[in-house]
């Protein structure tokens, strides 16, 4: 059974139960794609149409960031939880270990993807796992497009997991959603990386103080600091826009549902 989305922030219906909720019993027999939504996504996606409507057809969307969540409480007076991409990942292969599933890793180098495999065979030994590095460019041509559904269809998995990094990822899952033969389709981005160990994600202090944004910055200051020291302001001048839209209260109090 899947719950749907709840609540909306701004144009975009948000996920508001617990992740333990996500999939209340067996894996759906559709595909449902899972996508995350932070301040910086919220930015970029205002500028970027085709990221906004991927985020927007989401059968999921997990608010990954405090101030998403605070956001949502600021404009609709809901609280949510926060759920990161890393807990998504880890329900879900908990969920497969425990039912003997498949799930496929669609993105990285071939190093990070071996890295992975290795410490699930691990920690979740009755998943079976497949992967798939996809060429590092800009735009992926057709053939490329083709040989990352066909490696992924003939796997079959129930979970595909895709690392690409935002909106690379969200975009990429949703034109390809009807063509690929998976259950469950998640953009996790770096998570790939977190989990293979060649990034190390920020401890549990940080991310139970809701600083993991701070901690990331810190580790990676050269490739972080303009997504959370610009576009952290950037997000609050858009949030307050829409807080004093005259038509706000209308539009974004509703409770919102994808069908």
Not at 6 to 30: A, G, V
Not at 36 to 61: G, P, R, V, W
Not at 121 to 130: A, I, L, M
Not at 137 to 157: R, T
Request: proline residues 5%; aromatic residues 12%; positive net charge.
């Amino acid at each position: 059974m899947l719950l749907q989305n709840q609540y909306s922030l701004s144009e975009y219906p948000i996920f508001d139960h617990n992740i333990d909720d996500l999939l209340t019993d067996n894996l759906p027999q559709k595909s449902v794609l899972i996508n995350t939504i932070n301040q910086y996504s919220f930015c970029m996606a205002a500028q970027d149409k085709d990221f906004k409507e991927s985020l927007q057809h989401s059968d999921i969307l997990l608010p990954d960031g405090v101030g998403v969540v605070a956001a949502t409480r600021f404009l609709t007076g809901e609280k949510l939880h926060k759920i990161a991409g890393a807990d998504a990942h880890g329900f879900l292969l908990k969920k497969l270990n425990k039912d003997g599933g498949k799930c496929f890793y669609l993105g990285a180098s071939e190093s990070t993807l071996k890295k992975i495999k290795e410490k699930l065979s691990k920690e979740y030994p009755n998943v079976k796992v497949g992967s798939y590095s996809p060429p590092f460019k800009k735009e992926f041509s057709d053939l490329d497009n083709a040989d990352m559904v066909k490696a992924v269809n003939a796997y079959k998995p129930d979970v595909l997991f895709i690392g690409m990094t935002a909106p690379k990822q969200e975009k990429w899952a949703y034109q390809h959603k009807a063509q690929l033969n998976a259950r469950v389709i998640c953009t996790i981005g770096a998570v790939f990386d977190f989990y293979a160990g060649t990034v190390e994600r920020p401890s549990k202090v940080w991310i139970n103080l809701g600083l993991e944004w701070l901690g990331r910055l810190v580790h990676e200051p050269k490739r972080l600091w303009k997504r959370y020291l610009y576009y952290g302001p950037v997000f609050v001048g858009l949030i307050l826009k829409e807080k004093f839209r005259p038509s706000a209260y209308k539009s974004i109090m509703h409770k919102a549902s994808l069908n």
